[in-house]
C-alpha cells in the first residue's frame, strides 16, 4: 500500500484538470462568495487549493427553460469574471496552454470556461464567436434536453424526439467551432449525434463528464464503441464521480429506501433527485458506492481506449451524491492515492489527472 503522503507528492508535482464543475450555476449565481469557505456545495477556492486542483472548467449551465438562454450565458460568464478580479492574487482566467502553464507557475487557480448545452446559443452562429471571444474553451452539445439541431441521450434513450442526431446547422456549428478552436464536447449527446459528430469533426473531442456503460448500463454513459471511437479522434474522456452513473444499483437503492422513509405509495412520481432529498441522512449515507468504483470505471475506460484517452470530469455541485471519501474538490489526492494502490504507474497517473486534456487543448491551437 502506498501511503497518503506519497499519493500527495505525486498529486502535488502533477497538472490536476477537472472538466466539469457547476459551482458557478448552483453557488456563485445564487449570490455565495466562493472566495472563502462556504457551508453547503462541494466547491469554494480554499477547498480547491487544498485539493491541488491547478485548471478548473467552469461550467456554464441553464436548463432549457431560460428565455433568453444567451444572455443568461453571459451573465454566468459576468460572475465568473468578477470572481478572478476580486481574486487576481489567487486565480486567473486562461484560454491557451501558455496561459495555463503560466497559471501554474505563478501558484493561482486556472479558470477556465465550459457551456453546458447548445441551447444557450440561442441558434446562432455568431453566439459562438461570441462565446469564443469571452473565454469558452468547450461547449456541451446538448444537456438533458435537445437542441434543435443535435439530440440528447436523454430524449433518444426515451425515444421523446422525431429527428435524431445533427441537422444541418448542427453540422455547422461543429465545422465553425473546429474553426475556431474551440473544443467539441459529447457528454449529454445522444449516440446517433456522438457519431454523426464524430463523422466530421477535424479536432480531437472531449467527453467531459461521463463514464462506462459497460459497468452500468445508464443512458449518459459510454458504450465500447463509443469508447474505442473517442480513442481514435484522439479526444478525452473525463470520469465522472456521481454515485447514479457510477453505480447500477443506485436507483434501486433509493426507491427502496424512498419506501423505507418515506412512502410506500410513490403517488407522487419524482426524479431520482428529489427522492434523495427526502430521504434522512443515515439513508443519503448508505446510497454511497465505495471510491474503489471510480477506479474501476477509469480502469474500463484505460482498457477500452488506452491511458492516452482518460481524465477527470468529477461534476461536482451538479449532483447529489458522490462516492464514499470524495465529499468535495479537495478529496482529490485520494483519487490519486487509490490509482497509485490500484497499481497504476506515476506517468500515467499524470496522464489521467490532466496532461491528456492539455494535449487535447493544445490541438485546437494547432
Known sequence: MVSAQEALELHRQAVVIDLHNDVLSESVMRGKN????????????PRL??????????????????????A????????????IKENS????????????????????????????????????L?????????????VTLTWNN????????????????????????????????????????????????????????????????????????HYRNLKDQQ???????????????????LDPNYRKKIASLYAQYVSKADTIPLSVDKKFDKLPAQAKQALRPPLALVIDHIDYLVKMAGIDHVGIGADFDGMESTPIGLDDVQDYPKLTEALLNRGYAPKDIRKILGENVLRVIQAQEN
Not at 34 to 45: E, H, N, P, Q, V
Not at 52 to 60: E, P
Not at 98 to 118: P, S, T
Open 146 to 217: 435537445s437542441t434543435h439541431w443535435a439530440s440528447s441521450a436523454a430524449d433518444e434513450s426515451r425515444h421523446k424526439i422525431k429527428q435524431k442526431g445533427l441537422s444541418d446547422f448542427g453540422r455547422q456549428v461543429i465545422q465553425r467551432m473546429n474553426q475556431l478552436g474551440m473544443i467539441v464536447d459529447l457528454s449529454h449527446v445522444g449516440e446517433q449525434t456522438f457519431y454523426d459528430v464524430l463523422k466530421i469533426c477535424k479536432k480531437p473531442v472531449l467527453v467531459s463528464h461521463s463514464d462506462a456503460y459497460g459497468l452500468n448500463p
Open 34 to 45: 466562493i472566495a472563502k469557505s462556504i457551508r453547503g456545495g462541494r466547491t469554494d477556492l
Open 72 to 83: 443568461y450565458a453571459n451573465q454566468e460568464i459576468d460572475a465568473l469574471y468578477q470572481l
Open 227 to 245: 469508447i474505442k471511437a473517442v480513442a481514435q479522434n484522439g479526444g478525452v474522456i473525463g470520469v465522472n464521480f456521481y454515485s447514479d452513473f
Open 126 to 138: 455568431a453566439n459562438i464567436d461570441s462565446l469564443y471571444r469571452r473565454g469558452v474553451r468547450y
Open 49 to 70: 487549493k487544498s485539493g491541488g486542483v491547478d485548471v478548473q472548467f467552469f461550467s456554464v449551465w441553464c436548463d432549457g427553460k431560460k428565455k433568453h438562454p444567451f
Open 89 to 124: 492574487d489567487k486565480m486567473l482566467l486562461a484560454t491557451t496552454v501558455e496561459e495555463i502553464k503560466r497559471g501554474i507557475a505563478e501558484h493561482k487557480l486556472v479558470a477556465m470556461i465550459g457551456v453546458e448545452g447548445g441551447h444557450m446559443l440561442a441558434d446562432n
